[in-house]
């Protein structure tokens, strides 16, 4: 079993920033890349960006050069840190395990992401 837990949601103007925690715990061994997703009402579930056990990432080109995936496998923790904030980032982020081998992956439950004057 993994269990993950986002943080660092909230309110923000255009323009500004947030960073977003995800903490990992039980068999993260098992854990092969860890991933944001973001759903906004009306549409669907999207990869924000990802980022393997070896630091290897990819983006969404909606939020290259803006937003930055890191790890800290120390504390099992993976960030992202959101620059120049649009209305449109404005969803749910949820962080997401893959997990090695299986392919099964596990699910946080989520934080709240508002971009708004």
């Known amino acids: 079993q993994v269990q993950l837990v986002e943080s660092g949601g909230g309110l923000v103007q255009p323009g500004g920033s947030l960073r977003l925690s995800c903490a990992a715990s039980?068999?993260?061994?098992?854990?092969?890349?860890m991933t944001w997703y973001r759903q906004a009402p009306g549409k669907e579930r999207e990869l924000v960006a990802s980022i393997t056990t070896g630091g290897n990432s990819n983006y969404a080109d909606s939020v290259k050069g803006r937003f930055t995936i890191s790890r800290d496998n120390a504390k099992n923790t993976v960030y992202l840190q959101m620059n120049s904030l649009k209305p449109e980032d404005s969803a749910v982020y949820y962080c997401n395990a893959g997990i090695r081998s299986s392919g099964r992956t596990y699910w946080g439950q989520g934080t709240q992401v508002t971009v708004s004057s």
């Open positions: 039980g068999n993260i061994f098992r854990i092969n890349a």
